[in-house]
């Protein structure tokens, strides 16, 4: 059983990673959603993680696609950027604050994929409290500001992403998923620190690889390729989960380069953005 609290997790990104005043965050996010018009039949998203100044407009492109849409649930899968031992990691408040609200935790559903994941003989999910991982968080304004309320989210964080964990991961969270109304989002930036044009020849490769709709191509295009995703393993779950819930394609939404908010081309953090749809 996993352990949860009834305390709501404070913003630690709020002032820092994005507007802190909410009707400045509001207006910050309509600017960068525009006028993008949504995309039927959308299961899934890849979203990037970085402040809304460096990677908000690419993560914009793939939030505007779900403009308006209902889900029961919102599962973030994403990696978890400091050490803990355990192996996946959830959040054990009972909501996320963000300055437009908070965003309530679907403890019962993690308490049934937690006793899923077990039966399957995979590992099991460590709940943390005042975690500082942005790789969730700071999807939460964008979720807010064009879904409808009421949405539950299921945030986890991953330690360990091996291929076949990752499956298992996808595979018994469809099977929870199916017949309800949800949205995946697999939470990550591409390559980090090269110059700019490399990191654009990196990050095509990942995002073929993405757009080929096949875990293992993912996989292969990190090691054989060396192109980079830190969220490698949540896109790889994502992609399993999504297909088995009904997407049969990938679309590309965006990419961009933090070169394109700094100016500095000499070592930049790719971002892309694309949608798992019917």
């Known amino acids: ?24 965050l509001a207006c910050a996010l309509d600017e960068m959603l525009g006028d993008t018009p949504p995309c039927p039949g959308v299961i899934g998203l890849l979203a990037p993680h970085a402040g809304h100044r460096y990677s908000g407009g690419v993560a914009a492109r793939a939030y505007a696609a779900v403009r308006g849409c209902a889900p029961k649930r919102v599962v973030i899968l994403s990696p978890y950027h400091e050490y803990h031992p355990a192996a996946w990691l959830t959040s054990a408040h009972r909501a996320y604050r963000t300055p437009l609200g908070d965003v309530a935790v679907d403890q019962e559903f993690l308490s ?4 899923e994941l077990l039966t399957r003989g995979a590992m099991g999910l460590t709940a943390i409290s005042y975690d500082q991982e942005h790789a969730q968080e700071i999807h939460l304004p964008f979720l807010q500001r064009v879904l409808a ?5 299921v945030p986890l964080m991953l ?27 697999a939470s990550s930036d591409l390559s980090h620190f090269h110059p700019q044009e490399q990191a654009r020849q990196l990050d ?14 993912i996989y292969e295009a990190a090691q054989k390729d060396k192109a980079e995703a830190c969220g490698l393993g949540a896109i790889a779950a994502v992609v399993w989960a999504a297909r088995l819930l009904g ?29 798992f749809h019917r």
Do not use: C
């Open 1 to 24: 059983m996993v352990a949860f609290s009834d305390s709501v997790r404070p913003s630690p990104l709020a002032g820092k990673w994005y507007e802190a005043d909410p009707n400045r």
């Open 112 to 115: 049934r994929l937690n006793a």
């Open 149 to 153: 309320p009421g949405f539950r989210l």
């Open 159 to 185: 330690r360990q992403y091996a291929p076949e964990l990752m499956r298992l991961l996808g595979e018994t969270l469809a099977g929870l998923l199916a017949g309800e109304s949800s949205l995946l989002i």
């Open 204 to 217: 095509e490769k990942m995002l073929k690889a993405v757009e080929r709709f096949d875990p293992a191509a």
């Open 247 to 275: 997407a049969a394609a990938v679309s590309r939404a965006a990419y961009a380069t933090s070169a394109q908010v700094t100016g500095e081309t000499h070592s930049v953090v790719g971002y892309g953005a694309a949608l």
